[in-house]
């Protein structure tokens, strides 16, 4: 026992926070630990204080902290490992998910002048009221034929980190004035654990701005949207930015005696969820792409080159895994829609009706309810990136079963994901199998099987249900080093820490066959009502807010 | 009370028949009685018979019979009226629905010989088995160039009387060998109780090609369709008709007996529900367009002249009430899109759900919910024709609430009366204002408003709720005539037994111009998926129907 060696991944979600205790050796994931948020999602009021606006999305440091506090000591003591066990920690968060801090890295909102004000708190990823300075910001990059977008899908979104930190500037710019740093939490709580500041390159690439090679955007172009922002970065940013798996110090003092473990243990810069979860299901190279599945999709994907492929999230070299380029989609809606079918449907069910849905639902054959639907319940991420679009069932009937239309839901979701996979083989960058992680994939077989049968791919299951924080853990073996006992680098660990299960879902090509049918009708709608022949959707959400919003 | 005189008006709906006694002088409804049908709509198997294919529907014309034998003599036992005082009888039916019978108008059915061949039993109308031969009447008619389908909006329908005709030919050679008679039910019952075989002109012109001024259809296009039908109008069915309103003969004695009305009885041709709801409702001349709502919607309106209106069921002169053209549209889903939605989000709710859904919908704007929906669930009747076509919803976003999808569904049935009433006005046959009876005019007054508001006209609700039944018994006051106590004219007896009540629902302009905006993306969809751009729903349903074919 003594000579097993440990690393702990922290994954800070969008509810809670978690420690996994993970065995270097084999990935075995000894213990975890989950730490539920206090203030969870600040979506209606400030703690204390006053109404959010529609669209905000706020978090509380102190609850990072709390995380760390309470769940790396729990790991410890449950497994009952020693503090000399233990070579690495490591993180994965949710993103962009950004703070304003002063140069001390204390968060904003902790300074009893700044904590009424929303704008010093955390904007988590999915405050989405900073779509004013999104828009301006792509329209801006349009006019000056700026080519950064390319990497982003064409479209900047209002989750990203300028578009959140111009609206600081724009709706308090006191805050703004404030704030020495403009930080990724990502990147905040690494500084929290080693006492010094560093930038991953990851987050930087998919939402700031940010190439590998090129470096970040130009001055001139920031100062173009604000003339002050054109030293953001220099000012209230890092330049210098540290790949995935390094080192980004030792672990202070004070965080070892917070949490139990030695100080100057080795933390790994901070990395993204969606994108540590890829060599925690042992995928070390290009064609295998990975769908996080849960409330929406995120889909990443390995290629050998720099290509501009429409609708996706961003591209960014060395930004998954070294040595490639690291892609990223993604479908706004997937289990969210079908838990708004169950809430909708099924007001008093419990949440295992989804189980006897899908059973019911197992017994339909592909194209027997003569329904299809556009997954677009929360709109469309890729390849359409639009917000505004809804989703629509289409093929009705007086003898519809609410299980016809559970199952049509469902196979819309797979359409969007066969979108987004042949989208990506139209610019170039193969798709030969798919692997699955989240709740979505592990609980609901007949949604994989669906997900196979309508993309004619196999798809294998991460081993983990806990990818990310494996994932995280995985790159603090490399922080640590070989020397160590970790990593020299996250290949050596992919084969060891990472992999699959046994059970593989394997395309039935019959209904393959009649689902690349269905798909065509899907893909018509699809282009029809999302490519500008019929806006329809647009002119009726923007009626909706008119009817919704104060008569005058 | 010796001195007042009474007419009864006989209804036979789908799933039951009914009597009502109504005062001459004032339309006063005295007494009902229901009979439901023993053997109410068979379209699983026959009575201790066979399993019947999918879309057949018959009925046992027994349950006619009884309907007289069991429901007349309760009417007039329940007011206390004697016989002396019933000066007339009418009838009206669903139609077509029709019936081969024996030279003495036996039906076949009846016949030992004749019983387990569901060729021998009554058709109803909803028997839609017969879409073959509706196919190649409508492809001979175009082949052929034939000016008649003008008057049924271009199709002829799988309903109407040659294509359930023809389907026994093709399929029951016998049985059509054996039939001396071909006949709709509503004239077989007149037949019964007169003991003299009569045609009216309504059913003839709305259901089998029959013109008021040129007669029937060619024997020559009847011989294009099948050599052996050239002259089944000469040996099966009757060529010279009668008005609505003549005296089809006197009761029989054993009809008489049967009933405890006075034999001689005055007795007026048939008559179709939707046709005699019309004077029932007040209405005596052209622009009051009457809705007749329930299930589905028929739409009777009056016109000067005769005009090739595109996607109606049918114009015939004098085919609703004399010295006018009687146009009839449809919509094949109303009610029953409503009873799916309850069905299916609802299944353990009562029918009393409608009510708490209507006051829960009824808080919503129009507009506010951003939905969009195609009433085509059940088909679409006018103006497209097309029973093909399915139902769509569009717009839904994760806080889409059961209640606005809801309000959705009646809205888009909404829009399709207004589809209908502007394809009326269209071709020159004014709409000024609107008439409903039926049972969802009387209990669905957000639905109500919501028609008017969306046509931006007035709607008058029919006095009676049971306006066929006493519109029938308007025409026997007519059969009847003055001289017992009647009426010369169908004219004569509107003012006084017809009308409306006082609630009249008139149009919100404001809603009226949000509507308009809706009904405006509703028309595109409703042109883009049934005018051919994309044949989705036709391409679905085909699929659907393949798969759940057995497989081979």
Request: with cysteine; proline share 5%.
């Amino acid at each position: 026992m003594s000579d097993r060696r440990f690393v702990i991944g922290l994954d800070f979600g969008t509810e809670s926070g978690r420690a996994v205790l993970v065995d270097v050796a084999n990935g075995a994931e000894v213990a975890t630990d989950v730490y539920q948020y206090a203030d969870g999602v600040i979506d209606r009021k400030l703690p204390g204080g006053k109404k959010l606006p529609p669209d905000w999305a706020l978090q509380n440091p102190n609850d990072y902290l709390e995380t760390v506090r309470r769940t790396i000591p729990a790991v410890l003591s449950t497994f009952g490992v020693t503090a000399d066990q233990v070579i690495g920690v490591s993180i994965d968060f949710t993103a962009c998910t950004m703070l304003p801090t002063d140069s001390a890295g204390q968060p904003l909102c902790f300074a009893p002048r700044w904590r009424a004000n929303p704008h010093a708190w955390v904007k988590l990823w999915k405050h989405h009221a900073a779509q004013p300075e999104a828009d301006k910001i792509n329209e801006t990059a349009r006019r000056r034929g700026e080519s950064w977008p390319q990497r982003y899908g064409d479209k900047y979104s209002s989750e990203w980190f300028f578009s959140k930190v111009w609206q600081i500037l724009d709706e308090a710019p006191e805050v703004y004035q404030a704030a020495d740093r403009m930080i990724e939490a990502a990147d905040w709580i690494i500084w929290q654990l080693t006492g010094q500041e560093t930038r991953n390159l990851c987050t930087a690439g998919y939402k700031a701005m940010h190439d590998t090679r090129a470096g970040f955007v130009s001055n001139d172009f920031l100062g173009a949207l604000d003339p002050r922002l054109a030293d953001v970065i220099d000012r209230k940013m890092m330049r210098g930015l540290s790949p995935l798996g390094a080192c980004a110090g030792g672990l202070t003092e004070e965080m070892a005696k917070a949490t139990g473990l030695r100080p100057g243990t080795a933390v790994a810069v901070g990395n993204v969820d969606a994108h540590a979860a890829v060599p925690a299901a042992g995928i070390a190279g290009p064609g295998k792409m990975l769908m996080i599945m849960g409330t929406s999709i995120c889909h990443m994907l390995l290629g050998t080159e720099k290509k501009p492929v429409a609708g996706m999230c961003g591209v960014v070299e060395d930004g998954i895994l070294p040595s490639f380029f690291g892609y990223e989609a993604g479908q706004s809606g997937a289990g969210d829609i079908l838990a708004w079918f169950v809430r909708t449907f099924y007001p008093k069910a419990g949440v295992r009706i989804h189980s006897t849905l899908e059973k019911q639902a197992a017994k339909l054959r592909p194209g027997e309810s003569g329904l299809v639907a556009l997954d677009w319940w929360n709109g469309n991420r890729s390849v359409l990136v639009d917000t505004t679009l809804s989703g629509m069932l289409l093929g009705a009937t007086l003898d519809t079963t609410p299980v016809e239309i559970y199952r049509a839901m469902i196979e819309s979701i797979a359409f969007g994901t066969r979108t987004i996979v042949e989208n990506f083989e139209k610019y170039g960058i193969a798709v030969n199998e798919l692997y699955a992680c989240g709740g979505m994939a592990e609980k609901n077989p007949l949604l994989m099987q669906i997900f196979s049968d309508v993309t004619g791919r196999p798809i294998k299951l991460a081993r983990s249900s806990q990818s990310s924080a494996l994932g995280a853990a995985m790159f603090g073996a490399v922080a640590a080093g070989a020397a160590r006992g970790g990593y020299t680098t996250i290949y050596e660990a992919i084969p060891r820490m990472g992999g699959t299960k046994n059970k593989v879902y394997h395309p039935n090509a019959k209904n393959h066959k009649i689902y690349t049918l269905l798909f065509n009708e899907y893909t018509t709608l699809h282009d029809y009502f999302g490519r500008g022949a019929n806006d329809a959707m647009k002119r009726l959400r923007t009626m909706k807010s008119q009817t919704r919003a104060p008569q005058s």
